[in-house]
Each structure stands twice: as C-alpha cells, then as structure tokens.
C-alpha cells in the first residue's frame, strides 16, 4: 500500500493522471449533480428488491414441486432460471427495455423505467430462485417426514418448517445478490435514465475528465460498503450458531 | 578512385531512401508515429455520411474524403495513409495516442481541449430536430415554445444536451443513450418525441434509420450559442497540430473544403428554420 502511494506519483504520467482522475475542482462541481442522479438508482433498487424476493421464492418453489402432475410447473421453473441466468442482464435489458415498449405500448406503459425494472427483476429472480432452492434442499428430508408425520399437510411443512430454516440459511448468500443489484441498476442507464453512471458519463464527455467516475464510484462504495461488512457480520454470526 | 565511387553510391542509395521514407512536406517531417505515414483514426464503425460503408479507405464521405484532402496538402499521397479505429473514450484519455489525429465528429469544447489538442475546425454544423412523421401531422410546429413540453432524447457523449437544456429548456428530463442507433431505437418505440442532432446526422437518421422519422426544423446558426464545430483531436502538445492546420486553412482559402462539404454534405432542402 505504501509502495503504491509512493510509486505512482513517480510515474512520467502521474500529472496527466492526477488530472484527468482525481481532479478535485471537478470533483467538488460534479458531485452534488451526482448524489440526485444516484438517488434514482436508490428508488430502482428499492422497488426492485422485494419484486426479485417474491419472484425468486415462487420459481425456487415451482422447481422444488414434488407431484407428476405439477410437471410442467417443474419445466418452466428449469427453463426460466436456464434462459435469465444465462443471458446477461444488459441483453435482458435491451431486449425487453426497447423491445417491448417497441411493440406499440401507450404511454405511460412504454417508460423505459418499467420495463428496465422488469428485465432487473427477471434476471435477479432467477440467480435468488436457485440460492433459495440451495437453502430448501439444504434441509435434511427427514425434516419434511417428520412433519408430514405430525398431521401437517404437505404445503404447511413447507411453509412453516422448511422455508424458515432455508431462507435463513441463505440470507448471506442472498445479500451478495443485493450488493450486485445496487451496482446493475446502473446498468438500466442504456435505455435512457439519467442515472449516477450516465451523469458521470454525460460530465465526462463535457468535461473531458474522468473524475466524475471516480466521484460516482465513491458514492457507491458508501453505499455497497456497509452493506457488505453486514452480510459479513450475518456469515459470521451463522458460523457461530452451527459451531 | 574506387572508394570515392562507393561513397558516391552509398551516399545516392541513403538519398533516394530518404526520399522514399520523408514523402511528408517539410512541416509533417518527423513529426507522425511513423515516419513517411500519416495514421488517422475514425469510428468503430464509422457512419454515413462521414464515412461511407464504413470504408475510410475508399475516401468516400465527407472526413474520409477531408481526411485524404489534408493528407494530400501536408505531403502525404494515398498510399501514405494509414487508418485505425478508436472509440471515443480512447481519443480523450490521458497518454500517448496510437493515432496522428482522429477524425469522428469531435465537437470542439474548451473543457476538451484541456486534455487533448484540437486541430482548426473543419466544418460548423447547424442543429436539427428529429421527430416522428406522427408528430407533425398531430399538428407539431417548428416554434420554441411547441418544443419545450416533448419528452427528449440525446445521445450522452455530444453536446447536444447541452444545446438541448440551453436552447429549449424542455419541461420533462431528457433521457441519455449511448449512441444515435439507441436515440433511434427509442423513438421508435415512442418513449422520446423529439431528438437533436448535427444536421448531417439528423439527415441519415430520418432517411435511414427510423421508419417514419421527419426533421421538424433546424436552428439557425446565429440561434445557436456557439455552433457546433468539428475538429480533429491530436495528443495534447502534439507539433504536428501545425500542420494539419496550416492545410485546412489552405483547404479553406482555395475553397477545397467547401467543396468536399458541397459533395458529401449537400444542402440540407427542405429542413425549416425554427422560431
């Protein structure tokens, strides 16, 4: 650490560096512009989140559906988590982003917020539907026996045995899946928001200079951060639960 | 005797190999990556009517054929010039560049011109609204005032926004893309209703890109602030910057660069002004 704050500055092109990076001029002028365009990837976030809980729960549950009859649902689990897991998310969104509102949608039905929501929520439902499946098949099948056993019917033994032990074993791995969504949403800047990403872009193109983009990564990590260190502390205290 | 002949052909041998390797004029001597070759960089890929089919090598479109027109005048024949690709970002970062000057639309701005060095400018382009046909047959006039309540679009890198936000002062935020295929792509799917662009390029949008695209009208270069200029970006302290600009301002006297504009730029008829 100390050799890189050491070394770099005696490289030939610091100067040049220095100023088109951490220009602090820039900084102080850009910024404020910056945290009102980040607090559009807040309330992306915020209305997204609980949409990718309840969705991945419900594919997590289509996968994990035990009667023949239910097949199908078994399919299309398996065929959702195999297309939206496999495509990448910034696909996702300009297909659905500019494809769908392209089909003749009224406005306000074509804003490119609602349909970039849905190509975020699509894709994150399907990584949170197989780290939700992961926790329920974690649960040792005797479990499900047993309160079979006791008189509950098939959907109460998930609904109050299984599903609370498993949510609660994927809680770290799900807060992975959060710190990567706050970063993506500015992925929804393609179809149009002025988002912090696109506003830093728009401040480097003006001013030529890149420290807008160091300005929004510092926003970013205040936020992603703290939220990093707690899915740390929830891992932690896991560990010490199960030792 | 003997040795005096030798001399003689070495020194004759190193002449016509300098003549071959220093076809530059006396300004460009030494001054490019590679001595004897002058390296242009435009877009990846470049669009009409800049360049046309994305061949920069064929001179065709109006900085391909500017490109091989300054050549030409700083001493570089056709076969002297090399052409590579940059995007945008690659032009405008810090360090050592891979090209001599780099021809793709570059809008001249004072903040720019701090981290790199911009040739004299080369062409001044009028602004232009595109809009859908729709639009206008709802009755949509080429008047300020009927402008500010559309929802638009600009492309993010441009100082179309700027002109946006500072000519017409629209009600709504404008939405940002990455290039004019998605300002296109999102008119097409009605989620912006107007969009700015240089003239040219507001051309071959309407013409090419979107079904059903119309220019509502252009603004007058006096309405513009500061017109828009393109000029060609050279590293920052580049000497060869004299060059390129003592030939464009050749270009400029004898009417040259006028008339590759003429060719490849034709009077834009029929586009209204806007009140």
Redesign the interface.
Known sequence: MLALVILVPMAP?WS??K??FFNWEIFVRTTPRLLEAFLLDVAIFAWSAPLIAVIGLLIALCRGVRSPSLFPLRMFGAAYVDIFRGVPVILVIYLIG?GI??L??P?PW???YIWGTVALVLTYSAYVAEILRSGIESIHPSQRSAAICLGLSERDAMRYVILPQAIRRVVPANMNMFIALQKDVALL??????EIL?QA??F???????TPYVAAAAIFLALTIPATRYADYLMNRQRNVRS | MLKSLSIALLTGGMLAMASSAYAANACSTGKTLTDGTLTIATGNPAYYPWVIDDKPEAGKGFEAAVAYALAAKMGFDKGAVKWTRTSFDEAIQPGAKDFDFNMQQFSITEDRDKVVDFSAPYYSSAMAVLVLMKSIEDGLKPELSALKDLKWGAVATTTALPAVMGLIKPASDPLLYDDTANVAEAMKANQIDAALFDLPTALYLSAVVVDGGALLGQFPADRTDKPDQFGAILAEGNPLKECVDAALAEMKADGSLAKIEAEWLQEATGVPLIK
């Open positions: 092109g040049r560096v100023d088109s500019f509102p392209g003749g949608l406005r074509n804003s490119p800047s393609v179809i149009g928001p002025v696109r872009g728009v480097k193109s003006l001013l030529a200079n890149f």
